[in-house]
């Protein structure tokens, strides 16, 4: 099938506030609250014919940044900026595929936002939120889910000047043959201050909300079998935490799997080197080195890519994560010794299905992990979920159903929208839609058959703020 063209109209911003029900520790930050981005945008062909689509993504502060003179606010103000360079980057009104509208700017948006401070991560983030809208205008538009649409290559990806080194590689052929599984499994992040145990939760800090306040809750409520576990810099902490985490896990007679989440914490790869051989050499430890699968970002991103990581890598498998600003750096990575990277929906689709399939072409010991920067219900994890799935993950990082309460504050008629328009994906037995993990798996029935991006319902529009974007002008040094 040819990919189509078209141009982009009518692109709109729009936010609403998130509070978290428990707080969320990962790296340098303890998050809150955050606002959650929207798109909304329309789509017309040259004969005419038009849709419309639409995205959401929380904006997490300190984690696409993480230089700690700037607050929270700059954060948003960051990530607001970089949608608005996107919106007027897009909108030019020129015909492309779904593909060559990233393709064409990309380049373009990276150094417009180096100009205005902000790094690659940064000035993703706006391209990758407006991508997965122009994505769900296209399988409206042409009556056909993602997952079909992908194989079939109607967003017109090819390798450019982007991934120079995928030109020798069928894609073509490998997009053909993706083919998702209905079921995914949710590896549970445990954050640096989730309560563990439930003897070990006081009754004065219980939520009492109906949902999993601890690990041993969680694991008892969803039935879970991945983990991704949170580190933080310190070997003794870190140990500590670890056993402590470790004698919760160790008490399933079945086997589980895990991740470890270095969250730029460690200055090199020696450091790391000691926690992993430290962990090693704790008798305590021994099941849960035994299931630790890779270790992600472990290196500040201005190290990471510096020097060899083989020594290491050798021992166990190491991903990038942050570091992951740009379609150049898998190949660099993998050249240092690192042997996978991250999937976010955050970070742009196209960026995840490139590597990918630079995951197939490269062979043994390459791939791609799928990873969540608490996407919320709705739109955010629901477009996350059929991504990885159509790039055939059979687990993914699952976060924000355990930090947030469903959909928090959405109007009442949104969420129930959501649920019905979803049933398998949603709980409802608590008289709000939660998404529903059932024996350590989430079903993606609905979100596959969907003939869209994902999504049959939208967010109340009219409920939601017109992005704000005073604060990005202070940022920026310019009038809005």
Request: hydrophobic share 45%.
């Amino acid at each position: 099938m040819s990919a189509p063209s078209f141009r982009l109209c009518d692109i709109e911003l729009y936010e609403r506030p998130v509070e978290l029900r428990l707080p969320f520790r990962f790296g340098v930050v303890t998050l809150r609250a955050a606002p959650q981005a929207f798109v909304r945008l329309r789509i017309e062909t040259p004969d005419g014919r038009s849709a419309e689509g639409m995205a959401a993504e929380l904006m997490v502060p300190k984690w696409f940044d993480k230089n700690p003179d700037l607050s929270n606010e700059q954060n948003f103000a960051q990530l607001r900026l970089s949608l608005r360079h996107a919106v007027d980057a897009y909108g030019d009104k020129a015909l492309h595929s779904a593909f060559g509208h990233s393709a064409a700017h990309h380049r373009a948006l990276v150094d417009q936002g180096a100009g205005r401070g902000l790094n690659p991560l940064v000035a993703s983030y706006g391209p990758a939120l407006l991508d997965r809208a122009v994505i769900d205008a296209l399988c409206r538009l042409s009556n056909q889910p993602f997952a079909p649409a992908l194989r079939r290559n109607l967003f017109g990806i090819e390798a450019t000047a982007l991934t120079p080194d995928l030109a020798g590689f069928d894609l073509a052929a490998y997009l053909g043959e993706l083919t998702p599984a209905r079921r995914i499994a949710a590896r549970h992040t445990v954050g640096m201050l989730d309560p563990l145990t439930e003897a070990g939760l006081v009754a004065a800090d219980r939520l009492n909300d109906g949902l999993p306040e601890t690990l041993e809750g969680a694991i008892h409520r969803y039935g879970l079998r991945w983990f991704k576990l949170k580190v933080g810099g310190d070997i003794a902490a870190d140990l500590a935490r670890l056993k402590a985490i470790a004698a919760v896990l160790d008490k399933a007679p079945e086997p589980y799997r895990a991740s470890l989440d270095g969250n730029e914490q460690y200055d090199d790869a020696e450091g790391i080197a000691a926690l992993w051989r430290a962990m090693r050499a704790e008798p305590d430890l021994r099941r849960l080195c035994a299931s630790i699968q890779y270790i992600e970002q472990p290196i500040k991103r201005v190290a990471a890519l510096d020097k060899p990581v083989a020594a290491l890598a050798g021992e166990i498998p190491l991903i990038v994560d942050e570091s992951d600003a740009d379609y150049d750096v898998f190949p660099r990575a993998r050249r240092l010794g690192y042997g996978g990277i991250s999937s976010k929906t955050c970070k742009g689709v196209y960026r995840a299905i490139l590597n990918a399939a630079r995951a197939q072409y490269w062979g043994e010991g390459c791939f791609v992990t799928g990873e969540d920067l608490t996407c919320q219900a709705g739109l955010s994890v629901q477009q996350d979920l059929a991504l990885v799935a159509a790039l055939g993950l059979y687990h993914v990082e699952r976060n924000g159903h355990h930090y947030v309460d469903g959909f928090g504050a959405a109007p009442q008629a949104e969420q129930a929208a959501f649920a019905t328009a979803h049933p398998d994906l949603y709980d409802t037995s608590s008289g709000r839609p939660r998404l529903r993990i059932a024996g350590g798996d989430i079903a993606l029935g609905s979100l596959l058959d969907a003939p869209n991006f994902a999504s049959n319902a939208a967010p109340d529009w009219a409920s939601l703020a017109a992005m704000n974007f005073t604060a990005t002008a202070v940022l920026e040094g310019s009038t809005p």
